[in-house]
């Protein structure tokens, strides 16, 4: 199974450009989210979604909008690209959302913004 | 606010030796704790988990972890290292329960695993 695709695989952007993120999943979970991955800091959330349909903000959410229409896929939108957006982002899903529920990642999106 | 302190950012290693990754963990109920493994230009794979029950727990590859709650710590071992091992791998605690009604996860800062042969 392929578990959980993103695309692109590196993008460099233009600052004030848009872009979006694209992740699918073929697990059918429930919970998807969006991390940001920096040196030094570990993983940051930036958005999840529990369940189609809905969604919320997770640690670093400014700058970013997320959409989740179906279970399968979860759209991370950049309006307006600024170079502290210079990051690898990290698309996951989860089956439930209690907290013993294990995460699986995707390959992540290398994104530079200039 | 729970929080994770992995104080080796860096750690270097023969093959064949054995490792030991620190991770600390604070967080004020019985938390859910994980370690995953990244390597080099992929995403996270949970190695292990611990929910409750025997403290020392059995992961893929050969890994093994132990929560200790009296030091608040949750050590990741592997009695000897391949240079497969070489990766930048992750603790993680999970709440076990959160107003915003989601599985906030919060991750350390990762430690960085090199092997030599």
């Known amino acids: 199974t392929a578990g959980i695709t993103q695309a692109p695989t590196s993008q460099i952007l233009a600052a004030g450009r848009s872009m979006t993120l694209r992740c699918t999943q073929d697990m059918r979970h429930n919970a998807m989210y969006w991390y940001r991955q920096d040196l030094g800091l570990g993983l940051r959330l930036i958005h999840y979604?529990?369940?189609?349909?809905?969604?919320g903000k997770g640690e670093v959410p400014d700058g970013y909008s997320v959409s989740r229409a179906n279970t399968d896929d979860f759209p991370l939108t950049l309006a307006s690209a600024v170079p502290s957006q210079t990051s690898v982002y990290f698309c996951?899903?989860?089956?439930?959302?209690?907290?013993?529920?294990?995460?699986?990642f995707g390959p992540g999106t290398r994104l530079t913004v200039l | 606010a729970q929080s994770v302190t992995q104080p080796d950012i860096h750690i270097t290693v023969s093959e064949g030796a054995s490792l030991e990754l620190r991770c600390n963990y604070s967080y004020g109920a019985t938390p859910y704790l994980f370690w995953y493994v990244q390597s080099p230009g992929q995403g996270l794979q949970l190695l292990l988990k611990?929910?409750?029950?025997?403290?020392l727990v059995q992961g893929i590859k050969g890994f093994e972890a132990e929560f200790k709650r009296s030091q608040s710590s949750f050590n990741l071992r592997k009695p000897s290292v391949h240079w497969s091992d070489a990766a930048e791998y992750f603790c993680?605690?999970?709440?076990?329960?959160?107003?915003?009604?989601?599985?906030?996860?919060?991750f350390g800062t990762g430690t960085k695993l090199q092997v030599i042969p």
């Open positions: 979604s529990n369940t189609a349909g809905t969604t």
């Open positions: 993680a605690v999970g709440e076990s329960w959160n107003s915003g009604g989601y599985q906030k996860v919060t």
């Open positions: 996951a899903s989860s089956l439930g959302t209690s907290g013993n529920n294990e995460q699986f």
């Open positions: 611990y929910f409750s029950g025997d403290t």
